[in-house]
């Protein structure tokens, strides 16, 4: 995979701020192309490719983990003051080194609600909830931050050991019926995967500073569900419809019900050329089941 980027990408050190899910994903992506990547974790760890970061902390990474770093990826979501985790803490640091790219993993919260509505980057924001509104404050931020940022705005993020599977097997799954709903999603590989792509054209007239990552095929969520089930040769329970389930659902939950809307990836895939590798999310579902049935997780 991405094999594309593996000469242009020689000898780049890169710095991941937040190894969770999507950011250890990158950085084991990028580290198959040849790059150094050290990623952060609040907690200290015993790898040494990681360093502890906690905006909340008074506790800085350690000076010599900068030097070379010519890319540097945030994955840390914003603080409960809507203030960027990363450039609150580390900005001056940042802006002292020869940087060639700076990357920030955003939402497509920040559209809103666009009532089922395809939306694309050329749309106006009009984030809705809150922690969207701290999300814009943060783009901001990053755009103001005098570093060559680009920003990637994703919707629901699965991939191995994130998906709808763990879900059932740990039987914490809520099907829910809610007529017209939709969700946008993207697969954790075709994020790593676009963001390679995309460093190609940095230094070219492509460049674009906001992009969606997003598949081709915004769908219920209970479409997905029950394909899932299918794959795993089980029964979906009946679904519960959205009325009853609200009183069930947490309100970070909730809040998401709330929103409604088609992620368009024009931008990225017609304009820019990137090609999926899961189109949607039951090309996504099949990889994540075959790593499960490979790994015997269940
Ligand atoms: N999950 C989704 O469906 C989704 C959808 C759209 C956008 N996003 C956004 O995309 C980004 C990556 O998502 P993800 O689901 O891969 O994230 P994740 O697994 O939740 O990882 C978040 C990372 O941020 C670190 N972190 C959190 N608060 C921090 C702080 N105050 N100081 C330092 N580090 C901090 C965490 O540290 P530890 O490793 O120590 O926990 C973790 O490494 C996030 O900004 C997320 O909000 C997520």
């Avoid at 099907?175 to 190609?200: C, E, G, M, T, W």
């Avoid at 219920?220 to 040769?233: A, D, P, R, W």
Wanted: with cysteine; charged share 25%.
């Amino acid at each position: 995979m991405a094999n594309f980027a593996r000469n242009s990408l020689k000898k780049k050190k890169f710095i991941i701020f937040g190894g969770g899910f999507s950011g250890q994903f990158i950085a084991n992506e990028i580290r198959n192309l040849g790059c150094e990547v050290l990623t952060s974790s609040r907690q200290i760890q015993t790898n040494a490719k990681s360093f502890v970061f906690d905006s909340l902390s008074s506790v800085l990474p350690p000076e010599h983990i900068f030097d070379g770093t010519t890319h540097v990826l945030s994955c840390i979501p914003p603080d409960k003051d809507g203030n960027d985790p990363v450039l609150s803490r580390l900005h001056n640091k940042l802006k002292n080194l020869d940087l060639e790219w700076v990357g920030y993993l955003s939402t497509t919260g920040v559209y809103g609600n666009t009532f089922g509505e395809w939306v694309s980057e050329k749309d106006p924001v009009k984030p809705l909830q809150n922690r969207s509104k701290r999300r814009l404050r943060c783009e901001k931020s990053w755009i103001d931050s005098n570093l060559p940022v680009q920003i990637f705005r994703l919707p629901g993020i699965y991939g191995p050991g994130r998906s709808t599977f763990e879900s059932i097997f740990k039987k914490n799954i809520k099907v829910i019926h809610k007529p017209n709903q939709v969700f946008s999603r993207i697969h954790v590989a075709d994020i790593a995967n676009a963001i390679l792509y995309l460093l190609l054209e940095i230094n070219n007239d492509n460049f674009k500073q906001i992009i969606n990552i997003a598949d081709n095929h915004p769908t219920s969520q209970i479409e997905v569900i029950e394909h899932s089930y299918k794959l795993l040769g089980l029964k979906m329970p009946k679904p519960m419809n959205f009325d009853d389930a609200k009183k069930l659902l947490s309100p970070i939950a909730l809040s998401f019900w709330e929103e409604n809307r088609r992620v368009s990836n024009t931008l990225l895939c017609k304009d820019l050329g990137y090609k999926l590798i899961h189109k949607n999310y039951k090309s996504g579902l099949k990889s994540c089941l075959k790593i499960i049935k490979e790994k015997n997780l269940r």
